[in-house]
T-cell receptor
Framework: GDSVTQMEGPVTLSEEAFLTINCTYT??????LFWYVQYPGEGLQLLLK?????DKGSNKGFEATYRKETTSFHLEKGSVQVSDSAVYFC????????????FGKGTMLLVSP | ETGVTQTPRHLVMGMTNKKSLKCEQH?????MYWYKQSAKKPLELMFV???????ENNSVPSRFSPECPNSSHLFLHLHTLQPEDSALYLC?????????????FGPGTRLLVL
């Protein structure tokens, strides 16, 4: 079945550091790929998405590129802020039919001033 | 109210109780979802409703019973739960339920089963 693997957290960074959170997936066909973020006490919010190979999703300074050859969708940001501290989830949906998100376990990011 | 709301935000129940979780979306969407978020495990999709019809049921035990009376409301009825059912239950909605759509999540109900 489909699966998503994320790097274990927590990831601890100082403000303005470069961020990479790795995400790889296993799926048949060409799934759509997503990054969601969960701030403390809140539900998940879509951060960015990509629906086909080589697409780059971007939002709020975050970027991720859909790499079919390496089955990856790594999240990057050039300069993190304290307000980016949250849990980040990589997810995919199968390439047809109803939306059924398969999530990774999540990676907690802690940014200190 | 905007977005997706869930009530209650916190719930403590005994194994013999019956309770219900409520979700309401104010986005004009036609698809709604229930997820379970347990510690140390990935979010698990439980149910998908599209146009008030259940279209996905991910082998969820019968002690969880969903209900979707209209496209804006979704309920999860709980009875004779087990302690391992303690988790954060998240509701989400999307435009039509198609695979590329963005899902919008509520804040969740934190459930503790004693």
């Amino acid at each position: 079945g489909d699966s998503v693997t994320q790097m274990e957290g927590p990831v601890t960074l100082s403000e303005e550091a470069f961020l990479t959170i790795n995400c790889t997936y296993t799926a048949t066909g060409y799934p759509s790929l997503f990054w969601y973020v969960q701030y403390p006490g809140e539900g998940l919010q879509l951060l960015l998405k990509a629906t086909k190979a080589d697409d780059k999703g971007s939002n709020k300074g975050f970027e991720a590129t859909y790499r079919k050859e390496t089955t990856s969708f790594h999240l990057e940001k050039g300069s993190v802020q304290v307000s980016d501290s949250a849990v980040y989830f990589c997810a995919l949906t199968r390439p047809s039919g109803y939306s059924t998100l398969t999530f990774g376990k999540g990676t907690m990011l802690l940014v200190s001033p | 109210e905007t977005g997706v709301t869930q009530t209650p935000r916190h719930l403590v129940m005994g194994m013999t109780n019956k309770k219900s979780l409520k979700c309401e979306q104010h986005l004009g969407h036609n698809a709604m979802y229930w997820y379970k978020q347990s510690a140390k495990k990935p979010l698990e999709l439980m149910f998908v409703y599209s146009l008030e019809e259940r279209v996905e049921n991910n082998s969820v035990p019968s002690r969880f019973s969903p209900e979707c009376p209209n496209s804006s409301h979704l309920f999860l009825h709980l009875h004779t739960l087990q302690p391992e059912d303690s988790a954060l239950y998240l509701c989400a909605s999307s435009q039509g339920g198609r695979y590329q759509e963005t899902q919008y999540f509520g804040p969740g109900t934190r459930l503790l089963v004693l």
